[in-house]
């Protein structure tokens, strides 16, 4: 079955850098988007990244534009979110998600906390 699960997040300070991990499987990643999402405590989950099959087009959200960088290795089926010069305000869970067929797939999240 569809598996996805996120890695690398923690407590980093302000102006910090983490680097997460979403491994794949149960379905070829080669052939699928991937995208980021993070939902901090009391709001609503939004996307933060998206990434094409090929990796040649990331798509990232206003507020991360510049400090994140979201990549892929189909050779390993894992996506990665690159966060740099994060601020509290990015403290969140942050999720990984693709689409199969209608159907929208999670991971269980990783939570990344920025406070010093």
């Known amino acids: 079955q569809v598996q996805l699960v996120e890695s690398g997040g923690g407590l980093v300070q302000p102006g910090g850098s983490l680097r997460l991990s979403c491994a794949a499987s149960?379905?070829?990643?080669?052939?699928?988007?991937m995208s980021w999402y993070r939902q901090a405590p009391g709001k609503e989950r939004e996307w933060v990244a998206s990434?094409?099959?090929?990796?040649?087009?990331?798509y990232l959200a206003n507020s991360v534009r510049g400090r994140f960088t979201v990549s892929r290795d189909n050779a390993k089926n894992t996506v990665y979110l690159q966060l740099a010069s994060l601020k509290p305000e990015d403290t969140a869970v942050y999720y990984c998600?693709?689409?199969?067929?209608?159907?929208?797939?999670w991971g269980q999240g990783t939570q990344v906390t920025v406070s010093s």
């Open positions: 998600k693709t689409t199969l067929r209608s159907a929208d797939y």
């Open positions: 149960g379905f070829t990643f080669s052939e699928n988007s």
């Open positions: 990434i094409t099959i090929s990796g040649g087009r990331p």
